[in-house]
């Protein structure tokens, strides 16, 4: 190849990697949980952030994007300095969690400088987001799971798997996340939803339990004293649920009581088995990566705004080897980049599609 010909070659190679270096997509994600529960001796609240952000990271690869992750470790005093810092750094993207809606309340004090803003899981309500964006808040949308949905699914599960091993009477423990975090409150809005229209089943007792197995576990020795009739609990979250079994395993009531979370967690140490887990929702978070990449690729053509996704199944024998890849944190093999708008060949993002991704 004649020297001028190979110099041009190079410095239309070295023109075409400083453009894409330029153009390259930074997103920082606030995680309101621990980087490695396993590690967190503090963490009680179970795998399911660890698990948000391994399975983003992922996706974040097969998109070439530079995903930079922060731990907020559950300390909302952190979590503020956090997202303080990632507006300094001005991102193209800063995804937030609205947990117990520190995070709006929070933006709706300080200059955000116009830095795109995309919720994830937990989301301001209607009126919350009008405030912020009248306050020059920069939100360009949201991904968020149906957890009414999710919470009435979880107590039709539970009762169906009673009613098929009994004939007695129903009586529901209710230990629910927190007071104001969307997630809880929709959730709750769903059990109570199942219950308005199931009048045979007794609602004995609803309490918060802060999304911990500790928690769960406390809550639970407490009320099967105070009340040994309950043979169903109804958990927020798989945390507390397990903190509900080791209690009745404790109490040698495991085989009497039907207990169910939301998460698809594994239990720590394989100790205990929940009757049911409805999932799904922690593969949100990859969604998240996906619309931002192609709103950052095509603006007009991919606008982003706020969206419900109805991707909790209750765990089964066909969903399973997805369950156990998060759990395993093996979803590296699967290619994110084909759930992308800019590809030809796209396919939505279900979990049907996750697990023949899989396979």
């Known amino acids: 190849m004649p020297l001028f010909k190979l110099y041009r070659l190079i410095t239309y190679t070295c023109l075409l990697f400083s453009s894409y270096s330029i153009n390259a997509l930074e997103i920082i994600f606030i995680n309101p949980g621990f980087s490695n529960s396993i590690e967190a001796e503090s963490n009680k609240t179970g795998d399911f952030w660890f698990h948000v952000s391994k399975i983003m990271q992922n996706a974040a690869s097969d998109l070439d994007v530079t995903l930079t992750i922060k731990y907020a470790n559950r300390n909302h005093i952190l979590m503020k300095e956090l997202i303080q810092q990632a507006i300094n750094d001005k991102p193209d993207y800063l995804i937030l969690v609205n947990e117990k ?26 009126a919350s987001l009008k405030q912020l964006q009248k306050n020059g808040v920069n939100v360009v949308g949201s991904i968020t799971p149906n957890n009414r949905v999710a919470g009435k699914s979880l107590m039709q599960q539970l009762y169906k798997k009673f009613t098929n091993k009994t004939k007695t009477p129903a009586h529901t423990l209710a230990l629910l996340g927190d007071y104001t975090t969307p997630a809880s409150t929709l ?11 199931t009048p045979k089943v007794t609602l004995t007792a609803k309490e918060v339990a802060n999304w911990s197995e500790q928690e769960g576990y406390i809550k639970t020795m407490a009320y099967m004293q105070l009340a040994p009739e309950i043979n169903i609990i109804w958990c927020a979250n798989d945390a507390i649920a397990f903190g509900a079994k080791r209690a009745l395993t404790q109490l040698n009531k495991q085989s009497q009581v039907i207990v169910g979370g939301i998460n698809w967690d594994s239990a720590p140490n394989n100790a205990y088995t929940l009757d049911i887990s409805i999932g799904g929702h922690v593969l949100l978070g990859a969604n998240a990566i996906i ?8 603006l007009k053509r991919w606008p982003l705004f706020h969206s419900t996704n109805d991707i909790f199944q209750p765990l089964n024998d066909t969903n399973k080897p997805l369950y156990n890849a998060i759990n395993a944190n093996n979803l590296a093999e699967i290619d994110f980049s084909q759930f992308s708008k800019t590809r030809p060949d796209k396919v939505e993002f279900t979990i049907e599609n996750l697990l023949l991704a899989l396979e």
């Not at 709006?104 to 309500?125: E, G, M, T």
């Not at 959730?187 to 229209?197: A, E, I, N, Y």
């Open 187 to 197: 959730r709750t809005q769903g059990l109570m939803d199942f219950l308005v229209q």
């Open 291 to 298: 619309n931002l990449f192609d709103n950052h690729t095509d």
């Open 101 to 126: 809606n520190v995070t709006s309340h929070y933006l709706s004090k300080i200059d955000s400088n116009k830095v795109p803003i995309y919720f994830l899981l937990n989301r301001p309500s209607p």
